[in-house]
């Protein structure tokens, strides 16, 4: 089959079956699939809705003809069986974060508007992983058509722990071989071939609970907070009003503040307002705390005076990444404490353990304690490989453009193996409207349009890479 051929027969394809790739995305956004570790059991591993996605999702991808397999609920699989058990594979996952706050649509069910679908995962990462299983049966069905096998086995892997600590991956990789080649949908085109590191930590401050009597705000930790809230006792009355944050009574002698700021990934934090901030702010600004409160305050001041590191003493940049990134994800009230969660995505010339020691010394310093909750290193993977450059290439004859692979500070499941990368849907070159939001955030969701032109650059850069040597 010549390109023009295959081109041809992949938009026909995607125009017959998006009534059902539209269909199939909404019975996994219908599920609430955020980790569950408190409801976790056997064949359930990160809890049950997590396991109600992935079995959906197996379940469409066996519909769909494929050879489908629930690895006891850790992660799934599907198919089609090539002349060689060598694979080619994609990845995707069916876990979310938190719906949140502060959405106009319904996020547990995709809604069609002027072209866009709206609903969480739609992006991230539902609808990318319907793709590549519809992708897949493209081949499956062309198999059954001719007779003739591809030369590698293609094997879609249908995450479920992504979002949080990718266990699922590191079981896949505990008991099945490596892939010769993979990307993940789950990201930007043209490609994505480095990743900063990814460090996460929690702050504890010495025991607090004279004014303010909790504080809660964010969903996430990789997530910049978009809503925060404090009770202190104060006259609600005898408040000040300020930006973004709303004043009202909460009994006798209490008050509670709600702060409203603008979310975002954590990786991508620029233009964001961290709703914590806000609270910290305005508790310090209106002496809305005691001694031992300040000195805690005084420390997030720190942590949200800056979103490149520098108020804490880490900014930095190298030639390959962007600058450092560091935002505070979630704040808690736990058994008379404040807990603080911190994530920062780093560049090659620091580390995870400067980063510890440097931030640890700062929480020192206000009485608070650090705990490091993950270390991940950067990567990097060599851009111009054959199988690299036919992704990109794919990509540019779709859109017209001359794009070239970059990196970037989100973590996605590319930096588990050994070779390939993240690649689309989102396209930066292509932006959404003000009303639609992005992944991690309220309203999530993605142009159809777009979302069509993926499946089709999928399938045509499957059919590519199957003619290369691995």
């Known amino acids: 089959m010549t390109d023009e051929e295959l081109k041809q027969r992949a938009s026909e394809f995607v125009e017959k079956n998006w009534e059902d790739v539209v269909a199939d995305i909404d ?3 219908r599920i609430n699939s955020v980790e569950d570790l408190d409801h976790a059991e056997p064949g359930k591993p990160y809890g049950p809705a997590p396991f109600e996605a992935l079995d959906t999702a197996v379940k469409i991808a066996a519909r769909l003809g494929l050879d489908a397999h629930n690895c006891d ?10 002349a060689s058990p060598k694979q080619i594979a994609t990845i995707g996952h069916t876990d ?13 069910k995709v809604t ?18 319907t793709l590549s299983l519809y992708a897949a049966k493209f081949f499956a069905d062309l198999a059954r058509e001719t007779g003739e096998r591809l030369p ?46 990814g460090w996460s930590a929690t702050v504890t401050s010495k025991p607090v609970s004279d004014v303010i009597v909790d504080f ?15 009770v202190v006792r ?8 300020a930006d973004r944050i709303d004043v009202e009574s909460a009994g006798e002698g209490l008050a509670r503040l709600t702060a409203h700021g603008i979310g975002a990934h954590a990786s991508t934090p620029q233009g964001s307002i961290n709703a914590i901030g806000l609270l910290v702010d305005y508790l310090l600004q209106n002496d809305l705390c005691s001694a031992d409160e300040k000195d805690f305050l005084q420390f997030e001041r720190l942590v949200f005076g800056s979103t490149d590191g520098s108020t804490l003493g880490i900014a930095c940049q190298d030639e390959y990444f962007d600058p450092l990134t560091c935002i505070g994800g979630t704040i808690a009230t736990k058994d008379g404490r404040f807990e603080q969660t911190l994530d920062s995505r780093y560049p090659t010339n620091i580390t995870g353990e400067e980063i510890a020691r440097r931030v640890g010394a700062l929480a020192a310093a206000h009485g608070c304690t650090i705990h490091v909750d993950l270390d991940m290193v950067p990567f990097l993977t060599d851009p111009d490989t054959p199988a690299m450059q ?24 590319a930096r588990h193996f050994r070779a390939g990368g993240s690649f689309g849907p989102n396209d930066p070159a292509f932006p959404m409207p003000d009303w639609v939001g992005a992944e991690h955030s309220a309203d999530e969701g993605f142009s159809e349009e777009q979302l069509k032109r993926a499946l089709q650059i999928y399938i045509v850069s499957i059919a590519r890479l199957m003619r290369l040597e691995f």
């Open 27 to 29: 019975s996994l956004v």
């Open 234 to 241: 104060a006259d609600a009355s005898k408040l000040p009003s």
């Open 390 to 413: 036919t992704l990109v290439r794919t990509y540019n004859e779709y859109t017209g453009r001359d794009a070239k692979g970059f990196c970037i500070g989100g973590g996605t499941y």
């Open 112 to 129: 069609r508007k002027d072209g866009y679908l709206i609903g969480r995962g739609v992006l991230d990462d539902k609808g990318p992983t």
């Open 96 to 108: 979310i974060v938190p719906a949140g706050t502060g959405w106009t649509f319904e996020p547990f």
């Open 73 to 82: 609920g850790h992660i799934g699989y599907a198919d089609v069986p090539g």
């Open 216 to 230: 809660q705000g964010g969903t996430v930790g990789n997530a910049v907070a978009g809503e925060a809230t404090a």
């Open 152 to 197: 590698y086995t293609l094997r879609c892997i249908i995450g479920n722990n992504e979002e949080t600590e990718m266990a699922d991956v590191e079981w896949y990789l505990d008991n099945f071989d490596q892939p010769e080649f993979l990307f993940s949908p789950d990201a930007d085109f043209p490609l994505i071939y480095g990743e900063k590191g």
